[in-house]
C-alpha cells in the first residue's frame, strides 16, 4: 500500500560457546496487519429490551449488519447500513421502517460509544448508546 514505510531489517552475529564458526541471521520487522475488533454481536442497555447488533466489515471499512431489541419478533429486528469505520471511528444508519437513524461513536477497546440523531431531524435531541462487544 502506498505510504507504508518498509519493514525495518536488522542483521545479527552469533558467537558460538562449543566449536568454531558463527552464525549470522538476518531479522525482519513487519507490522502485524490492522485488525478491527468489530466483527460481532454488540450488546447494549435499551430502554425496553437489551438490544443485540451483529456488526460486519465489507471491503476493509464498510459497516453492516443488524440491530434488534426485542428480538422475538421480527417487528424490531432492523438492518444496519451505509456505515463506515475509520480507525476508532465509527458511523452507520439504522433503517427503522419509516426512518433511519445515524449513529456516530468511537470505538475503545471492547466499548462503542455512539451519539445518535434522526435522518433528517438533526436540530432535535437524539440520544446516547453505549454497546459492549463482540461478544463472539
Known amino acids: 500500500m502506498g505510504g507504508e514505510a ?9 558467537k558460538r560457546v562449543v566449536g568454531d564458526g558463527a552464525l549470522v541471521a538476518t531479522v525482519k520487522s513487519e ?5 478491527a475488533h468489530l466483527e460481532g454481536r454488540w450488546v447494549a442497555a ?3 429490551a437489551q438490544q443485540n447488533a451483529t456488526l460486519k466489515l465489507r471491503d476493509g471499512n ?9 428480538c422475538d419478533k421480527p417487528a424490531g429486528v432492523f438492518l444496519i447500513e451505509d456505515g463506515s469505520l475509520d480507525g476508532d471511528a465509527i458511523s452507520f444508519f439504522i433503517h427503522h421502517t419509516e426512518r433511519r437513524n445515524f449513529m456516530k461513536g468511537v470505538i475503545t477497546g471492547n466499548v462503542m460509544k455512539f451519539t445518535w440523531v434522526r ?7 437524539g440520544g446516547e448508546m453505549t454497546f459492549i462487544g463482540p461478544v463472539r
Open 119 to 125: 435522518e433528517g431531524r438533526e436540530s432535535e435531541p
Open 46 to 48: 435499551g430502554r425496553v
Open 62 to 70: 464498510k459497516v453492516w449488519g443488524v440491530i434488534c431489541g426485542p
Open 31 to 35: 507490522a502485524a496487519p490492522k485488525t
Open 6 to 14: 518498509a519493514p525495518a531489517s536488522a542483521t545479527v552475529s552469533l
